[in-house]
């Protein structure tokens, strides 16, 4: 123990110089992974851990080397409690408590509720809105990207909104090369993370800029046409919600009860700024049909 111990102080006080995460750094998480390996993980100790698996966790692809390190990991986030040490990440995450098959429950739940308030409001949208109205392809076309894809993806396509709701209705051609150009941009992005390096800082810098793209200039349209159009008040308050629920994410902190993290709250917190943005597109939506058939009856 003496031995665990005095590793476990070498490595907090090397915390901060050194790259990667602390637990899966740690030798008391390496040694207790090594031999749980050993013992379990061939032969007919394989067979009997896959004999008493539970068949879902089996078909989430839990293997025996997860459940080892799955186990590890709380063997040495004890170790560091008692030694009176803040609790280390794993593998880049922080330790959750397994539910089911999900390695972070609440983050899967949120994700969850998130896309069914997007599929209500997508349904909402689908009957108080006609399919004639001018931005109805591209408010359909954002509703499945709301909660399933990247936060990066999220907000390019709230940008290119923007871009037709502002410019593209009365210059489909500038909406068109500026689709092309996001589109660039992130499948540069995406590619430069996931061929040559996941670069933490510009990740977040690139999500960063282009969120005050898309804070500025909704902002902007929306101040421009506050008096003309009331219905925009709803937009002013999403894109400040989200600005400042975007800095939940920002945030880095062990989870509460082993089960609650920031990137859970932020999705929990942005469920009802879903619904409310998805208000706006509808009266927008609707008082742009509305526009566009009186200009058909004046022609």
Request: hydrophobic content about 55%; some cysteine.
């Given at each position: 123990m003496a031995g665990r111990t005095a590793r476990l102080v070498l490595l907090a006080g090397a915390a901060a110089l050194a790259s990667g995460s602390q637990g899966d750094r740690e030798p008391v998480y390496r040694d207790c992974v090594h031999r749980c390996e050993e013992r379990n993980c061939s032969g007919g100790a394989l067979r009997h851990f896959r004999s008493r698996q539970p068949i879902y966790m089996s078909l989430a692809g839990w293997t025996c080397q997860d459940d080892c390190k799955y186990e590890c990991m709380w063997v040495t986030v004890a170790l560091y409690l008692k030694e009176g040490h803040k609790v280390p990440q794993f593998h880049g995450k922080w330790p959750f408590s397994r539910f089911l098959f999900f390695q972070e429950p609440a983050s899967a739940m949120a994700s969850f509720l998130n896309g069914l308030a997007s599929l209500v409001m997508l349904c909402r949208y689908h009957t108080s809105v006609p399919a004639s109205s001018p931005m109805y392809?591209?408010?359909?076309?954002?509703?499945?990207?709301?909660?399933?894809?990247?936060?990066?993806?999220?907000?390019?396509?709230?940008?290119?909104?923007?871009?037709?709701?502002?410019?593209?209705l009365q210059h489909p051609a500038v909406a068109s090369a500026f689709?092309?150009?996001?589109?660039?941009?992130?499948?540069?992005?995406?590619?430069?993370?996931?061929?040559?390096?996941?670069?933490?800082?510009?990740?977040?810098?690139?999500?960063?800029?282009?969120?005050?793209?898309?804070?500025?200039?909704?902002?902007?349209?929306?101040?421009?046409?506050?008096?003309?159009?009331?219905?925009?008040?709803?937009?002013?308050?999403?894109?400040?919600?989200?600005?400042?629920?975007?800095?939940?994410?920002?945030?880095?902190?062990?989870?509460?009860?082993?089960?609650?993290?920031?990137?859970?709250?932020?999705?929990?917190?942005?469920?009802?700024?879903?619904?409310?943005?998805?208000?706006?597109?509808?009266?927008?939506?609707?008082?742009?049909?509305?526009?566009?058939?009186?200009?058909?009856?004046?022609?």
């Open positions: 392809p591209t408010c359909v076309a954002f509703a499945w990207k709301m909660d399933y894809f990247c936060a990066s993806t999220v907000i390019l396509h709230s940008i290119y909104l923007c871009c037709v709701r502002t410019v593209g689709r092309a150009l996001l589109l660039l941009m992130l499948t540069a992005h995406v590619s430069y993370l996931s061929l040559v390096r996941f670069d933490y800082g510009y990740n977040l810098a690139a999500n960063v800029a282009i969120g005050l793209v898309n804070v500025v200039w909704w902002l902007a349209w929306c101040l421009r046409n506050r008096r003309r159009l009331p219905h925009v008040r709803k937009c002013v308050v999403v894109v400040l919600l989200l600005q400042g629920l975007s800095l939940l994410e920002l945030l880095d902190f062990p989870p509460l009860f082993w089960v609650l993290d920031a990137h859970a709250i932020w999705h929990i917190s942005t469920i009802p700024v879903h619904v409310l943005f998805f208000s706006f597109l509808e009266d927008d939506s609707l008082y742009l049909l509305k526009e566009s058939e009186a200009k058909f009856k004046l022609d």
